[in-house]
Every structure is written in C-alpha cells, then in structure tokens.
C-alpha cells in the first residue's frame, strides 16, 4: 500500500476543531492508549482478511475506497458524531447535507426539489416508491428484470405488486416487454436504471419518457450506480446520452455517493422533483425538533437517525472535486470508462472469449462469456479464470446472465435448455484502471 496521507492530515484539523469547545472546562475521559492499540493490532490483523478494494488491480464488485478528503472529513466529525435527524443532533452537518443534496439536484439539472441523504441506495429507493405509492396508491410498479433485485423486496414490504419485464440483449429495458405491461393497465411507476448493477446498463429513459404521454405513470430513475455519469455525456454512446439528457423529466431519482461517488458506507441520496410530496412525510415528534424552526432532515426522511459525518464528508469531497463537467471528479469517471472500453476492444480480439453481441459497455462494466462447447462448460472456465486471476492478484466478479446475449457460438442448440450462463464481470470504477489495464490484460490473459 502507498503512504496513507489521512492520519497526518486529520491531525492538524482535529486541533483546529477543539479550538472551538476550548471554553468548556476540562473534563476527564481516562483514555488508555496502551490497550487501545493492542486492540487495533488485532483490528488490523482482522481487516488484512479482505480483498484488496483499495487497489487498481481490485477490479470486480462496486467497491472502491472513498477519497481520502472523505475518510478525514468523516473521522473528524466522530469526535462530534452529529445525528442528521434534527437539527438538536446535527446542526453543522444537516446545514452540509442540504448543500450537499443540493450540488447533486443541481447535477440533475433541479434547483427547485426535495431531497436528503439516506443510509443507502436501498433506503434511497424504498423512499421514493413508497412516495410513488402515496400518490397513486393501489397501482403496480414495473422495473426491468435487470433492475436492482430490492424493487421486488421492496415492493413486496411495502405491498405493492410488482412486475419485472425482460431486458434486451444489452441489459436495457425492453420497451415491447414494458408496453405489453403499461397495455395491461394499473401501473403507477416504471423504475427506470440508468447503470444496472450487473452490467451498467442504461435503460431508455427517453423512450419511457415518451410511453409516459400515452399511459400516465411516475418514473423513478435508480441511478444508485449511474447517477454521476450525467457529468460526461461527451464520453457516452448515443442510446445513453440521450436518457441521460431527460434526467430531469424524472419524477424521482436517487443515486449513492457511496457507490461512484468516493463516500465511505452509509450515503445513499433520494431526490424528489415535487417539494410538495414532503406532505406524506407529515408526522409528529415530541422529542426531537426543538432548538429550532426551520426544516429538520428527519421531517422528510423516513429514518430517523442517520450519520452526519456521512454528509460531512460528501461535503468535503464536493468541495475539493465539484460536480461540474470537465472538472477531475467528472475527468476520473471519463478514466474509468476509456478503461471498460479499451478492455472491451481488446475482449472482441480474442478468441478465447464472447463479449456482449449488442455492442459496448454503456458506462464502465464488462462482461464477457468464455467460449465454450456448452453453457456449462463456458461457465465453468468463467471459474476458473476468476480464480487463476486471483492467484495473479486480480479480482474480478461473476455474473449469470442468458446465454443468448453473447453471439453465436458452439452452443447454439443447448441455449434454450439451459438460459442462463456464467460470466465474468469487472467494475473498471476507479480512475487509476486506465493506467493499469496493460497489467490488468496481462493477468487476465495469463489465466486462460
Ligand atoms: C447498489 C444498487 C442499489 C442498492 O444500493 P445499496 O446502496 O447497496 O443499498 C440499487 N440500485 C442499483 C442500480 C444499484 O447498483
């Protein structure tokens, strides 16, 4: 690992902060170091049982490790460990979450809207379909069976029906599949994904923006994982650019700083473009909103305690790396996808394996079969390729997906038996892949 720049630099700003309380009278808080660091010893010794997330040649779940402005940011709000849920818990820090919130409604294109941060995409999303269901209640919800599998979970807590439609070859929606549903009648929402999980895909957002006209519903955009992508449209294809560009049509959309937008766990974000429907969150609370009158975060969310240092740190790290086109935060997401690109190009040259039939990744996720006589066979070598690749200190992640996505092939006539093949997946997220994907390509093509 490279020198960790953090401790030094939380130090000089954990003093700055106790200049603040430095009125108070001192108080004694017996602190034994001693014991303290041995237990560390131990705590380190436990967290070296991980992959290496941190590291460029870590390429395979969403996982990254937040900027270091973020790690200090959120360190140094544990000596105050605010509460977001009123303003009594948290009262730097709600202030930071609604600037915050705000830079990313901006991204949106929405200055007018409501929103907070939430403790994951998760949360993010079950507050905007349970908002979706207040306002049509009784009404069905349609996602593409590429959607994140908590919509079904979701839906089924909050006891709405739910109904997934199949995605085309390139992991977007089906526009036939969801049309067929919207004919059928009662839908209240289409969750629209721009940036599924399993393949980064981007579903049509102007196309359902269009098939709203004709059928009436909400649209909830997950962007959990694609939301940032809005920043470089200069660096999409067409289809994409183009539901990124309608973005702001969109009745909801959350987005997870924790995911592409360098934040430890724990910061997901739900925007809503009517402020009005903080109506439905209306409730009483006798004990927490009274040091003052203006809006507690916990009167539009439906969590009630949330980490301030969550919104502490995006703060930090938007005011170092704004979200602005152009700007380094948007230039390191450009990285990531001239990386997936690159690796794409090079998967298409290689006979060892099949890369999507339909074309390019959308954003920064590949996918690819190893070519085989069989399904089972192809899924076999996805195996043991990822763990070859682990030996060499790669990692990468797998993926069922229908094997019918991935061209013509050997296996042709068992395609129908068996449906689904695994697949090798790697999240080219972190800006430094570009530079490592030679050395990426190298394990990667040793182990086949
Ligand atoms: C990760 C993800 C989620 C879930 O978010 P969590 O923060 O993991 O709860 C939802 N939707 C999409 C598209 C995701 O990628």
Redesign the pocket.
Known sequence: MSLDPVPALLSRATELLATHFASLPAYDSPVDTAAIEQVLEATAGRLGDNYPYFHPLYAGQ?LKAPHPVARAAYALAMTVNPNNHARDGGRASSEMEIEAVRAIAAMFGWTKFLGHLTS??????LEALWVADQCAPGRRIVGSRQ??Y??QRISGVLKIDYTGVVADNHGRMSMEALEAELRKGNVGTVVV?L???ALAAVDPLDEVLALQRKYNFRVHV?????GYFRLIPEALDEPARRAYAVIDRADSI?V?P??HGLQP?GC?CVLFRDPAVGRFYKHDSPYTYFTSTRLHLGEISLECSRAGAAAVALWATQRLLPLTQGGEFARGLMSGRRAALELDRRLRQDDHVQALTAGAPDLDIVVWKQRAETPERASQLAQDVFDACATRDLHLALVQLPSSWFGPSGDVKNRAKTGMVTCLRSVLMKPEHEAWLDRIWERLTASW
């Open positions: 969403m994951s995409g998760t949360i993010a999303n959607a994140h908590t919509h994904t940036g599924t999980t997950d962007a959990a994982y694609g959350v997870d924790h995911k766990y997901g």
